[in-house]
Nanobody, 120 residues
């Protein structure tokens, strides 16, 4: 599975962005997909996870109510709709495919990352 993340950018606090993760490979629907982020000097942390064919979702407490993860297996895409963005959301965002988990080590496939910058 190869993943391509896109949709990052610079936005003011309170604004919104929609990140997209495009996957290639026929086995995509078997994998959970997680969005992770990493800010400078900080460890990579989970943002949201969606399971494979029968979607269950997980959201980090810091983003609950502001971010929605969704997937379209037919199109091979996973989206992350981010609303009410805060400066603390500034980070490089990565999508990854693997087991349904909050741990980065449980994901086998990673996209290249997309920068999200939220100005105050």
């Amino acid at each position: 599975v190869q993943l391509q993340a896109s949709g990052g950018g610079l936005v003011q606090a309170g604004g919104f962005l929609r990140l997209s993760c495009a996957a290639s490979g026929s086995t995509f629907s078997r994998y959970a997909v997680g969005w992770f982020r990493q800010a400078p000097g900080k460890e990579r942390e989970v943002v949201a996870v969606i399971s494979g064919s029968t979607p269950s979702t997980f959201y980090a407490d810091s983003v609950k109510g502001r971010i929605t993860i969704s997937r379209d297996n037919a199109k091979g895409t996973v989206s992350l709709q981010m609303n009410s963005l805060k400066p603390d959301d500034t980070a490089v965002y990565y999508c990854a495919a693997g087991a349904y988990s909050v741990r980065p080590d449980d994901y086998n496939y990673w996209g290249q990352g997309t920068q999200v910058t939220v100005s105050s």
